[in-house]
């Protein structure tokens, strides 16, 4: 604490040095520079999931999705670069989150039941709960459609500050994966799996998250008074949220969300 404290106060001296008689210029460019951007702040909501790309012949059927509290809050900058193009960047605190129960067969699972570790495939019904804070940047070209409809196109980085990925598999049976056989061997012992809390299989795969994401944002502004506007954004993460190293689910999943939001032009 005392050496960020030590630091500020550097920055600050060396700051109002900068900012003598003699560097006047320097802010006047600075201040020059900032006057070409137009800013925004905007509040939202995130409808979507993680999910495989193409829906695999292990999950059979969606019993239910669930919403969740998918909350976006962001500051973007805008500058014209020529005409109607333009460069947008920005700094969003975002949550993606979701809760599925969907019914599978033959899929590939990890879980703990009464303390013990079971692998191996399993049929019946799998909950799935998603929930991941993300400090988002994103950089997109836009081009002004029109006065009041912008278009916008780019990639963006994430870094996940908390993730979780756990649920349960419960209704069914599993075969466990015998020692030697090949992975989905469908032909190891059967395990029963109840619907109740001791009977079902837990699983938490949340230490197997990767903590940095990456994927293309392409979305529509559409300002409905000078200040005021709407907005409508879709990211397609580019890379799966689990690390390399991780083969429980056999399927890379991509985190898919829409936003819908509103705009305030601060600027």
Not at 47 to 74: C, D, E, K, V
Not at 158 to 182: I, M, N, P, V
Request: aromatic letters at 14%; one cysteine or more.
């Amino acid at each position: 604490m005392k050496k960020i404290i030590i630091c500020s106060l550097l920055m600050m001296c060396t700051l109002w040095a900068w900012a003598g008689d003699d560097n006047q210029e320097h802010w006047s460019a600075w201040n020059k520079y900032l006057h070409n951007y137009k800013y925004y702040v905007h509040v939202g909501y995130n409808i979507g999931g993680t999910a495989p790309i193409g829906m695999p012949a292990s999950i059979r059927t969606l019993h239910s999705y669930t919403l969740q509290p998918n909350f976006t809050l962001g500051v973007d900058a805008h500058h014209v670069i020529s005409g109607k193009w333009g460069f947008l960047g920005g700094l969003h605190f975002e949550n993606k989150g979701m809760r599925t129960d969907a019914g599978v067969k033959g899929y590939h699972m990890k879980i703990v039941r009464g303390g013990e570790q079971l692998e191996g495939v399993f049929t019946g019904s799998v909950v799935t709960k998603v929930d991941m804070s993300l400090i988002t940047v994103p950089l997109q070209a836009t081009y002004d459609l029109t006065p009041q409809v912008r278009l916008k196109l780019g990639p963006y980085v994430s870094y996940a500050t908390a993730k979780k990925f756990e649920g349960w598999a419960y209704d069914g049976y599993l075969r466990r994966q015998e020692e030697g056989h090949e992975k989905g061997d469908p032909t190891g012992q059967k395990v029963i799996l109840g619907h109740n809390d001791g009977e079902r299989g837990n699983y938490d795969f949340s230490s197997d998250m990767r903590s940095w994401q990456f994927g293309i944002d392409l979305g529509a502004d559409w300002y409905i008074t000078k200040r005021w506007g709407v907005k409508a954004d879709l990211s397609w993460g580019l890379t799966g949220i689990f690390k390399k190293d991780f083969d429980t689910i056999e399927q890379t999943m991509f985190p898919i969300y829409g936003t819908i939001g509103v705009i305030y032009q601060l600027k």
